[in-house]
């Protein structure tokens, strides 16, 4: 099967702060118009640059949460101690605020929806599924995309009520979840939801994404379809 060729913006645009959310102290969703934008494809990711009147500058890349089809671009920050950026955003952004941005970026993480998937996210890390899974119920094919989400608590773990209602498999490490007891993702619940797929996307901590391979690869998931986006504390 060959796919599509994916879009990707080189080009540095302006994207204006149209609706933004902060649900915590930890996170900010933030919805952006973007000036001559390049359609996205789920999995995909925006760089969002801040230049101080200085022209001193300092970037970060965070992933798409919104749908293909959303007229705004969204993403979800997750404001880390001693960050540059994921500070700034949080505390001091507002609607009508305009940004430096690039993207969409990424190439090798995009969802292509013919292929039955099983996503497995740690945390922030949840994110691009969003995409994935807004893009999936828009065209019906809510089957084909399986998703795994972990973080310590439900406060902790963004988009948790959509996860919920997408019939995301959600373990919660430090508090029980309804019926289940607060425990890191078990093989057997991977095992389970891994059965038929094809391919595999894995997002989260450095730390995360080792643990959930090994669970993959004992699911038999072949590591040559696992896709890994994995990040650090600098945000």
């Not at 500058?57 to 994921?86: C, F, H, K, N, W």
Request: aromatic residues 8%.
């Amino acid at each position: 099967m060959t796919e599509e060729p994916v879009p990707v913006g080189r080009s540095w645009t302006t994207g204006i702060v149209r609706e933004i959310e902060r649900p915590n102290d930890q996170f900010v969703k933030i919805r952006f118009e973007v000036a001559d934008r390049t359609p996205h494809r789920p999995g995909q990711h925006y760089v969002v640059r801040l230049r101080a009147p200085d022209d001193y500058t300092a970037q970060r890349s965070y992933s798409i949460a919104s749908d293909p089809d959303d007229p705004l671009v969204e993403i979800m920050v997750e404001v880390l101690p001693r960050g540059e950026v994921s500070p700034f955003l949080h505390e001091i952004a507002e609607v009508g605020d305009e940004f430096e941005l690039r993207g969409p970026i990424g190439r090798w993480f995009v969802w292509n929806d013919e292929v039955p998937s099983i996503c497995v996210g740690g945390g922030s890390g949840v994110v691009p599924f969003v995409s994935m899974m807004r893009y999936a119920q828009r065209l019906g094919i809510d089957p084909r995309l399986r998703v795994i989400v972990s973080a310590q608590t439900r406060e902790r773990l963004p988009y948790a009520d959509e996860l919920e209602s997408y019939g995301a498999l959600i373990a919660l490490t430090r508090e029980n979840d309804h019926d289940r007891v607060a425990a890191h993702i078990y093989p057997n619940e991977v095992a389970a939801l891994a059965f038929g797929a094809q391919r595999a996307y894995v997002c989260g901590s450095v730390g995360f994404v080792s643990f959930v391979g090994r669970i993959l690869g004992e699911a038999g998931i072949p590591e040559n379809v696992v896709r890994v986006e994995q990040f650090g504390p600098s945000a």
